[in-house]
């Protein structure tokens, strides 16, 4: 679940942050290595925010396998 989630958003994130710098910053034209560098480093961290809920219920499943039944 986690990685769905979180792979999905930083795709969807980069892809739409890339179209944005492209048709305001440079009218149409590929990015720069740099660009992308800064469209990749935003997609991570938004991504790693919205993934990390579904992180946290990972672990606490796992950790309350380990709880007795009562």
């Given amino acids: 679940?986690?990685?769905?989630?979180?792979?999905?958003?930083r795709f969807g994130i980069f892809l739409n942050a890339s179209e944005y710098v492209r048709n305001t910053r440079n009218n149409g034209e590929n990015l720069s290595f740099f660009q992308k560098g800064q469209c990749s480093l935003?997609?991570?961290?938004?991504?790693?925010?919205?993934g990390t809920p579904a992180d946290m219920i990972l672990v606490r499943m796992q950790g309350d396998s380990?709880?007795?039944?009562?």
Avoid: F
Wanted: glycine share 14%.
């Fill in 42 to 50: 935003a997609a991570g961290g938004l991504g790693a925010l919205v």
């Fill in 1 to 9: 679940m986690r990685q769905a989630v979180y792979t999905t958003a």
């Fill in 66 to 70: 380990l709880l007795p039944a009562d």
